[in-house]
C-alpha cells in the first residue's frame, strides 16, 4: 500500500514519512511494519502493514480538500458556534474528534476552539488542544499546498484573534455633531 518515502498522516500525531519497511517474527509469525518518523515531533511509530488502515494511516489529502479546508477556515472567524455545555464535556468531545482519520473533522475542532477563543479565555485543556489542532491541520495543509507552516499558523492566529478594545469614539468614528448639514 505505501513505499519508503511516502508522505503519510497518523491520527492524533500528524504527516509523517515512512522510512522503512521492516519484518519481524512475532510469535511464530512474520510481521511486515512501516516504520514512520512524524515530522513535527521526530517521533518514530511502528505501524503493522495489515492494520495500517485501521489505526487510520492514509496518505495526505489532496491540494482541492487542502484548499477547500483553508478557505472555510478563513472564510469562517464570523461563524457562530455553540458552546452551551460545559468546558469538561467540550474537551472530551474535542479529544475524540482529535483521533479522527478525517483532516476536516480535526480542522472543525480547530475553527470552533479559534471562534470561542475570540469570546472568552480558553481553559489550559482547550488551548493545548487547540495547538494540536493547529499543529495537525497547517503542518498537512501546508505539505499539501507548499506554504510555509509558520506562515499559515500565524495568518490563521491573527484572523481569529479577539477584536480590539473599542475606543473611547463614536461607533461611527466621526467626532460628535459631525455628520449633521448645517444651514
Known amino acids: 500500500m505505501y513505499s519508503v518515502d511516502d508522505l503519510v498522516v497518523y491520527p492524533a500525531q500528524g504527516v509523517g514519512k515512512i522510512y522503512g519497511i521492516d519484518s519481524k517474527l512475532m510469535g511464530g509469525t512474520h510481521c511486515d511494519f512501516y516504520s514512520v518518523r512524524i515530522q513535527h515531533s521526530n517521533i518514530t511509530l511502528i505501524v503493522p502493514v495489515k492494520n495500517a488502515q485501521n489505526v487510520g494511516l492514509r496518505r495526505l489529502v489532496t491540494k482541492d480538500t487542502a484548499a477547500s479546508i483553508l478557505d472555510a477556515l478563513r472564510n469562517g472567524t464570523e461563524k457562530a458556534v455553540y458552546v452551551g455545555q460545559n468546558w469538561n464535556r467540550r474537551f472530551r468531545e474535542y479529544t475524540d474528534k482529535m483521533k479522527s482519520p478525517d483532516l476536516n473533522v ?21 488551548r493545548r488542544l487547540k495547538d494540536q489542532a493547529m499543529a495537525l491541520v497547517a503542518g498537512e495543509i501546508a505539505e499539501v499546498l507548499g506554504m510555509s507552516e509558520e506562515a499559515l499558523r500565524s495568518s490563521l492566529s491573527e484572523l481569529y484573534a479577539p477584536p480590539p478594545a473599542p475606543q473611547g469614539s463614536a461607533p461611527s468614528g466621526k467626532a460628535k455633531g459631525q455628520g449633521k448639514s448645517s444651514r
Not at 480535526?106 to 482547550?126: C, M, N, P, Q, T
Open 106 to 126: 480535526v480542522a472543525g475542532v480547530l475553527h470552533e476552539l479559534l471562534v470561542i477563543g475570540r469570546s472568552k479565555e480558553l481553559s489550559f485543556g482547550e
